[in-house]
Each structure stands twice: as C-alpha cells, then as structure tokens.
T-cell receptor
Framework: DAGVIQSPRHEVTEMGQEVTLRCKPISGHNSLFWYRQTMMRGLELLIYFNNNVPIDDSGMPEDRFSAKMPNASFSTLKIQPSEPRDSAVYFC????????FGSGTRLTVV | AQSVAQPEDQVNVAEGNPLTVKCTYSVSGNPYLFWYVQYPNRGLQFLLKYITGDNLVKGSYGFEAEFNKSQTSFHLKKPSALVSDSALYFCAVKTEGGATNKLIFGTGTLLAVQP
C-alpha cells in the first residue's frame, strides 16, 4: 500500500488566491482527518470525516476554509481567499484501527 | 475536554544514555494514548499506543512507554538513545467510545541526541 498520499508537497501562492490541497486515504480506512501544523500552535485538528461524512469541523478556523470528501478515496481542503497566516504544513491522516499520516503539504502564502 | 501536555520543548541526551520524553493527559473516561515521531519534512509515524492491559507498552525502534493512571502520565522511554532518534515526538490522546474519534496532540518535544 502506498499509504496516505497528499498533493502537492509544496505550494506557494499569493495572498487572496484559492488553494486546494488533496488527499488520498488508504483504501479501506473509514475515517479521514485534516490537521494543520505551525510552530505557534502545534498540530491542530481541522476537520474529520467518518464514511465520507463530516463529523466535526469545529477546528476549521474560518469560513475561508472548507473540506469535502466526495468519495472514500479522495478529500480536498480548500482555502479561499488565502492569507499569509494560513502558511503551515497541512497533514491528512486516515484511520481504520490506527492512524496513518501523509507526508503533508507545506503551504506558503506570500 | 481532552488535552495533552508535553512540558518540555526540547530534551537533550548523549548517545547511549537512557531517554525520557514526558507526557501528561487530561480526559474524561478511559484514554487511548499514542506516541508519534516526526522526522524533518516528513509526516508523523506511529511509535506505540496504550489501549488497555499492561501499563508498559513496547513499540517501534526500541521505544516503550509507561501508562500511569494515578499520575495521568504516559512518558516515552528508551534505554539507550541513538543519534538517529533525534526528531520531534508527539504524544496524543483519544477517549474511548462515543462519537468522538479525534486524536488530540501535544505540542511536541524535540529530542536531540548528541554523539
């Protein structure tokens, strides 16, 4: 198994632009999580899905952030419009019995 | 609300010496406790977990952790540190059952092993 696959690995964008981060979970895992990692706040859970349904989005910082999981093999995290304070590493993780993390997307908003 | 505290931002240890990375937790209900390691520019890798049973849990790369319910702690240990153990270590907690399926992480502890 290739593990949890995230794309792109790095993203640099200008303030105000829309950014879409992608995640392909491990086949058969029924839960998917989006985390954000910054020096100031550490690892924060943004949102998680069970069986493609959003269960808890209380960690989503603002309405500029949205996440979807249209099917069991794909999820997106979108930021529109992006701001410099959104710069962070965004991790996706999937879970059946244990959590497996992707390698992350390093987002820089200039 | 559940939370995890890692009181040390950084732990320094000489190669060959034992290491301890501290973690305390606060939950209502029975905790599921985890340790993850993050190497530079990489995602988090699972080390070990405690669900129930023996308080001493053995995990990957020679690491182990001891669950102490009275002290609400789950410290990570290794008898003999390697330079290659240098990384960022995260403790995490999840509560048993219910609708909550969230893994809450501590702020991380940077382990630096000197040759």
């Amino acid at each position: 198994d290739a593990g949890v696959i995230q794309s792109p690995r790095h993203e640099v964008t200008e303030m105000g632009q829309e950014v879409t981060l992608r995640c392909k979970p491990i086949s058969g895992h029924n839960s998917l999580f989006w985390y954000r990692q910054t020096m100031m706040r550490g690892l924060e859970l943004l949102i998680y899905f069970n069986n493609n349904v959003p269960i808890d989005d209380s960690g989503m910082p603002e309405d500029r952030f949205s996440a979807k999981m249209p099917n069991a093999s794909f999820s997106t995290l979108k930021i529109q419009p992006s701001e410099p304070r959104d710069s962070a590493v965004y991790f996706c993780a999937s879970r059946e019995y244990g959590y497996t993390f992707g390698s992350g997307t390093r987002l820089t908003v200039v | 609300a559940q939370s995890v505290a890692q009181p040390e931002d950084q732990v320094n240890v000489a190669e060959g010496n034992p290491l301890t990375v501290k973690c305390t937790y606060s939950v209502s209900g029975n905790p599921y406790l985890f340790w993850y390691v993050q190497y530079p520019n990489r995602g988090l890798q699972f080390l070990l977990k405690y669900i129930t049973g023996d308080n001493l849990v053995k995990g990957s790369y020679g690491f182990e952790a001891e669950f102490n319910k009275s002290q609400t702690s789950f410290h990570l240990k290794k008898p003999s540190a390697l330079v290659s153990d240098s990384a960022l270590y995260f403790c995490a907690v999840k509560t048993e059952g219910g609708a909550t399926n969230k893994l809450i992480f501590g702020t991380g502890t940077l382990l630096a092993v000197q040759p």
